[in-house]
């Protein structure tokens, strides 16, 4: 009889352990997912629907009253109009499906709202053995211009952003080698722009995504990010002469960037965004705010709607359809 009471409480006991076990692993798993359930439900913004898990950048349209945004492994470029819906659940529209980059990323946009024009980059995601930029119409999508940046023969490359300069100038970012790629007005590959400043770290861990984000300043010159060692480059476009902004902060897996003024510069990426100032002309520089939003999708953009800043994040969520965020970012 003894034997069978000390065999009962070992189960019971044995039971209890397991059950302990399962509760603690249900709690430490609803930890995370607490986490990315509060992130989603405090993301203010804009939400739609697609069938691709990937959008890589938005560009807001102020002309066209919609956001642009790249495919990624589309490899072309949808509108998502604004006006749509009033609660903010909008409707993804196609764009650009361009068939001579059939087969690549399309990466980052510029609207060239001037010029009625929106530039987009191409690259082989895969084997970095192309890279392209070209120019639509943002009325009818024809194409005008198409710019092949590298091909097979010229070494490893990777396009990634492109930034617009005042006279219609295209400068594209080589996440690959490191170097920036000057277009200019009607197509024609004007320059490229290499230093070793660029580099500024030697160890590949430093250098696994190198140039990034690029935007222009209206003084005259280039800010550009490097995702793997966080540093923020000054380039002059008069001269290409190449400077290192002394950030006071970390810009680490900094990706695409937006100029909120000339004395303000967004980052997104991971986490999801920073808010940068300087106040003597981009020598110096100060990490100044800071925006933690749903950093599970991964912000990789960022752009200025009606004076405020919104963040794309590459991947969607859901199972038939994805859900994509642009979120505002509120520092």
């Known amino acids: 009889m003894a034997e069978s009471t000390t065999s009962s409480v070992v189960r019971s006991r044995g039971g209890r352990s397991s059950r302990n076990a399962?509760?603690?692993?249900?709690?430490?798993?609803?930890?995370?997912?607490?986490?990315i359930v509060s992130l989603e439900s405090s993301a203010a913004g804009f939400t739609y629907q697609t069938?691709?898990?990937?959008?890589?950048?938005a560009k807001w349209d102020p002309d066209g009253l919609r956001f642009l945004a790249s495919t990624f492994l589309g490899g072309g470029v949808v509108q998502i109009p604004a006006g749509d819906a009033a609660s903010g659940a909008l409707v993804e529209r196609a764009a650009v499906s361009d068939p001579d980059v059939a087969g690549n990323?399309?990466?980052?946009?510029?609207?060239?709202?001037s010029r009625g024009r929106l530039l987009v980059v191409y690259a082989d995601l895969w084997g970095f053995r192309s890279s392209a930029v070209a120019a639509y119409d943002l009325g009818s999508w024809a194409r005008l211009f198409f710019t092949r940046l590298s091909g097979p023969g010229d070494g490893a490359s990777f396009a990634d952003d492109v930034a617009i300069d005042e006279d219609g100038n295209a400068y594209i970012t080589d996440a690959k080698a490191n170097k920036i790629w000057k277009v200019g007005l009607n197509g024609e590959l004007v320059s490229t722009i290499r230093s070793n400043i660029f580099i500024q770290r030697k160890e590949w861990y430093y250098n696994f995504v190198g140039l990034n984000g690029i935007v222009h300043h209206p003084d005259g010159y280039l800010l550009v990010i490097h995702t793997a060692?966080?540093?923020l480059f000054k380039v002059k476009t008069a001269n290409e002469e190449v400077a290192v902004v002394r950030v006071r902060g970390s810009l680490l897996m900094g990706d695409g960037m937006e100029l909120v003024s000339p004395t303000k510069l967004v980052i997104a990426g991971t986490p999801s965004a920073r808010l940068v100032e300087s106040f003597d002309g981009?020598?110096?520089?100060?990490?100044?705010?800071?925006?933690?939003?749903p950093v599970h999708r991964i912000a990789s953009s960022a752009t200025v709607k009606d004076g405020r800043v919104y963040l794309n994040h590459i991947v969607g969520a859901g199972i038939t359809r994805r859900t994509h965020v642009i979120a505002e970012a509120i520092f």
């Open 51 to 57: 069938r691709d898990w990937f959008r890589e950048c």
């Open 282 to 293: 981009w020598e110096t520089a100060n990490v100044t705010g800071w925006y933690i939003g």
């Open 22 to 35: 399962v509760l603690l692993l249900l709690l430490v798993s609803a930890i995370p997912l607490a986490i």
């Open 105 to 113: 990323a399309s990466l980052g946009i510029a609207v060239d709202r």
């Open 229 to 231: 060692s966080g540093h």
